[in-house]
């Protein structure tokens, strides 16, 4: 075969290549660079003939590097894609995060103050007569209801501090006051109190302020503290003097 024939070939081979079709019009600027790369190593290599066959060669390599371009490209916008996604969910988890903390802080004010609203109603003085430890039934009536709410309340303490007036010496006044808290006591064992719950201190005359001739300060004077305390105020129980 003579050098005819092989340009004939060559041309023929050059032009059947994605680099030579018409319909190719993407990055010409890429096959340029290809073919002129090809035709001056094909020149280099084998003169007419070479140059032919290395324009062929540099237009499929101006192609594949077009196509390698353009899937980076591609990919770095998918990635790009992805990030912005990713980001955006973050901040959408964190808003979310932030909203929970407040809807948690929110219930936990209200529950404390829901706790302190009730332990405020249910502070409470039971009064007796003088050298009296019995609780009357209508106050006790009234215990037992309260006993009955504060036994529902899981974790709930009762705290009961018996007191008595300055009259009688010191040691019968902290017997008397002992034992009016132990009938308080009473009470609200019978309405389902757990024992372990109620805790009691017996004070005696020690926090009084009333004189011997202030009969309605006395008064005063003779009675039971109770307080109703949540779970995260829970004293230890009290030791029985």
Wanted: zero cysteines.
């Amino acid at each position: 075969m003579n050098v005819k024939h092989l340009l004939v070939l060559a041309v023929a081979s050059a032009t059947a290549t994605t680099g030579w079709t018409a319909e190719k019009a993407h990055s010409p600027k890429h096959e340029a660079i290809g073919l002129g790369s090809g035709a001056v190593i094909g020149a280099a290599a084998g003169g007419p003939v070479g140059f032919v066959l290395g324009a062929a060669f540099g237009g499929w390599v101006g192609d594949r590097f077009e196509r390698e371009r353009a899937g980076r490209i591609e990919a770095e916008q998918k990635y790009a894609e992805a990030r912005a996604e990713a980001d955006q969910l973050e901040s959408l988890l964190a808003r979310n995060e932030r909203e929970l903390e407040q809807i948690a802080a929110r219930l936990e004010t209200e529950r404390r103050a829901h706790a302190r609203s009730l332990e405020e109603a249910l502070n409470l003085q039971v009064y007796f007569r003088t050298a009296s430890a019995d609780v009357e039934t209508g106050v006790q009536e009234r215990l037992a209801r309260i006993g009955e709410l504060v036994r529902s309340i899981d974790g709930a303490v009762v705290l009961l501090e018996g007191h008595a007036d300055p009259r009688g010496d010191e040691q019968y006044n902290l017997a008397l006051s002992q034992a009016r808290a132990e009938s308080v006591r009473q009470v609200f064992v019978d309405a389902g109190v757990p024992e372990d719950r109620i805790a009691i201190t017996a004070e005696g005359e020690a926090k009084s302020t009333a004189s011997v001739d202030d009969l309605d300060a006395l008064a005063l004077d003779r009675r039971v503290s109770i307080r109703i305390v949540g779970p995260e105020q829970e004293p230890r129980v009290a030791q029985r003097r």
